[in-house]
């Protein structure tokens, strides 16, 4: 039996969790890269929050790095923690701001990442219920 199979071999689930997962990697480094790049908006972003302009590309680059490695699939559980832990971060800095629209994105991002994840691979169900 091949390990490798072709998109058109996949299950229904399995090619709505690539696509939710090519839309939340397009979305993921939309974020990052203005980051690492010190973008005006970015930057103004982030010390509105709190931190000083340096560290807006430290936050960026933090954030490309758990995405590649949530992308690519034999790393995917690993780069989904470090997503979840991300998001978390994000959620705590909000909750301090009272910036309530945005503690409710960042969780909601965060279970669709998972899901997209248990999507792609089932065998993270069975690991999740048991």
Same mark, same amino acid.
């Given at each position: ?12 689930p399995?090619?709505?969790g ?10 993921l &480094? ?15 972003a ?14 960026? @680059?933090v &954030? ?6 949530? *992308?690519i ?6 780069? *989904? ?8 971060? *994000? ?8 910036? @309530?629209?945005?503690?409710?994105f ?7 990442? @998972? ?13 999740l219920?048991?």
């Amino acid at each position: 039996m091949s390990v490798t199979s072709t998109f058109s071999e996949k299950t229904t689930p399995e090619k709505i969790g690539i696509a939710l997962s090519g839309i939340i990697l397009l979305f993921l &480094l939309g974020d990052a890269i203005p980051k690492i790049f010190g973008a005006e908006f970015a930057q103004q972003a982030t010390e509105q929050l709190g931190f000083p302009p340096y560290q807006t590309a430290l936050i960026g @680059w933090v &954030l490309l790095a758990c995405t590649v490695v949530w *992308a690519i699939p034999r790393t995917s559980v690993l780069g *989904a923690v470090g997503l979840t832990a991300y998001l978390g971060g *994000a959620v705590t800095i909000d909750m301090h701001e009272e910036v @309530w629209f945005a503690v409710v994105f960042a969780v909601g991002f965060g279970l669709l990442i @998972w899901a997209a994840m248990i999507l792609r691979r089932r065998d993270l169900l069975k690991v999740l219920i048991g």
